[in-house]
């Protein structure tokens, strides 16, 4: 069984995705995904976290568009939601898609490794 706090986290994620589409040029630097939602403070902050496949200068670039594009965003949420409190949004980066390419890239490193072990015997 759902609590309240699952069910608004799937709301809120939904509905900043939605509201996103509405953003000029979020997508002309490299491809941003939200990679999910945490509700903090008793509800009232919402951290946003998203991930960009493309360079560095990309990563930054949108984190700035994603920042400037708060008030836009709540906005939305405010005409669609029927919530007495809105959360103020933070849109964090998130490292988990890196952190999980550096892994794999070992787990690489081991089989090869490994392939080479057993063909050289």
């Known amino acids: 069984m759902f609590k309240r706090t699952d ?6 994620f939904r509905e900043v995705n939605l509201a996103l589409q509405d953003v000029h040029g979020l997508n002309s630097r490299g491809i941003v995904t939200l990679t999910g939602v945490e509700l903090v403070d008793d509800g009232k902050m ?19 568009l994603l920042t400037r594009s708060i008030h836009q965003i709540r906005a939305e949420l405010k005409k669609r939601l029927r919530l007495r409190v809105i959360p103020a949004i933070m849109f964090k980066y998130d490292l ?23 063909t050289g015997s």
């Open 7 to 12: 069910r608004l986290k799937e709301l809120f």
């Open 46 to 64: 919402l951290h946003v976290y998203f991930s960009v496949f493309g360079g560095e200068s990309d990563k930054t670039w949108t984190e700035a």
């Open 96 to 118: 988990t898609p890196e952190e999980a390419a550096k892994i794999e890239k070992i787990f690489d490193k081991i089989r090869a490794e490994k392939k080479d072990e057993n």
